[in-house]
């Protein structure tokens, strides 16, 4: 569960000092996380904390929460939360907001007096990289945690998203059922009974023709279902990957292959980065593809390049280094390989 950034504050007098910052909880993040929260938890808010902070000071200066006594506190348990992460701390040429070591004078002296945008640049600059190697880390987590299985059944599968995020509700909490109250239209949801083999495509299909395009004999609608997630790609490799495996369900018997399942939604926030008010405790929320076969699903990284040419799979540019990962995700079905 992440850490909101409430936690590190009491609650003021609810009008001059709305936001009180915790010392005794900050200091003692140096030294470890508190109870029911890890480091990468932490980490997370504490970065969001201290984005918020300074492009708020270097724009409107609304919201803040810090001042110049509690951010260089702030900064210190960071660094300290990094490093029991193993990551490296970034590099802050300021310490405060005001005064001669703060950010005001900093951008003063660097030419970004008249420019919210360059400010906004200059606090990604020091804090992007950061946030993306949590990012990584909370995707390896991620994987770690579904390599064992979520506990609970089979649900919902949202997927092929090819347009504006779906808004999803918790409409029965005791049953754990959800719903979705817009932009429905943009995905699909499949909540047929999982069979204990797996999803092939010719169950897809089948689903495909009962749902979206009845009267449609088999061919037609595994046409119709391949076109449909298709438009859910959105790059290149993606595209190439689909229509490699893809080709398969011509082959004798490839109608009985596992169904390669396009961006599905493993993890789900109500918020976008864009509306500024994402909880942060999740940052990937769809996996790139999805296979269910027998005892676990696999899904292919997004940071992933892949080769064009025939035989071993290879690097397509200098910043690729690595071929398509498959991981397991739950408990029942086993990876299977694409490619």
Request: aromatic fraction near 10%; hydrophobic fraction near 35%.
């Amino acid at each position: 569960m992440g850490m909101e950034l409430t936690a590190f504050f009491s609650s003021g007098d609810g009008w001059a000092q709305p936001w009180v910052l915790d010392i005794e909880l900050v200091e003692s993040l140096r030294f470890g996380p508190p109870a029911g929260h890890t480091d990468l938890d932490v980490a997370i808010a504490l970065t969001r904390l201290l984005h918020h902070d300074f492009v708020s000071y270097g724009t409107d200066d609304q919201g803040r929460h810090l001042d110049d006594e509690s951010v260089p506190l702030v900064i210190k348990a960071h660094r300290a939360v990094l490093e029991r992460l193993a990551l490296k701390p970034p590099v802050w040429p300021f310490r405060t907001f005001d005064g001669p070591r703060g950010f005001g004078s900093y951008w003063r002296a660097n030419d970004m007096s008249g420019s919210w945008k360059a400010r906004r640049d200059c606090i990604e600059q020091i804090l992007g990289p950061t946030r993306d190697a949590l990012e990584d880390l909370q995707e390896l987590e991620y994987e770690r945690r579904f390599t064992k299985g979520p506990s609970g059944s089979f649900k919902n599968l949202i997927f092929a998203a090819d347009g504006v995020k779906p808004e999803i509700v918790l409409r029965d909490a005791v049953n754990n059922e959800v719903e979705i109250v817009r932009h429905a239209d943009t995905c699909l949801v499949f909540t047929d009974p999982l069979p204990p083999h797996g999803l092939t495509w010719r169950q897809m299909a089948a689903w495909w023709q009962k749902n979206h395009q009845p009267g449609a004999d088999e061919k037609t609608a595994a046409e119709g279902l391949y076109r449909r997630l298709y438009r859910s790609l959105d790059s290149k490799p993606e595209q190439l990957l689909m229509i490699t495996y893809c080709a398969r369900y011509a082959e004798e018997g490839g109608f009985d292959l596992p169904a390669l399942i396009p961006q599905v939604y493993l993890h789900y926030d109500p918020y976008t980065r864009k509306s500024g008010k994402q909880s942060g405790a999740l940052y990937r929320q769809r996996m790139d593809f999805l296979l269910l076969a027998r005892t676990a699903p696999a899904s292919s990284s997004r940071s992933t390049e892949y080769s064009t040419t025939a035989g071993p799979t290879r690097p397509t540019s200098k910043g690729a280094s690595r071929i398509p990962r498959f991981r397991g995700c739950t408990r029942r079905w086993s990876p299977r390989t694409v490619g």
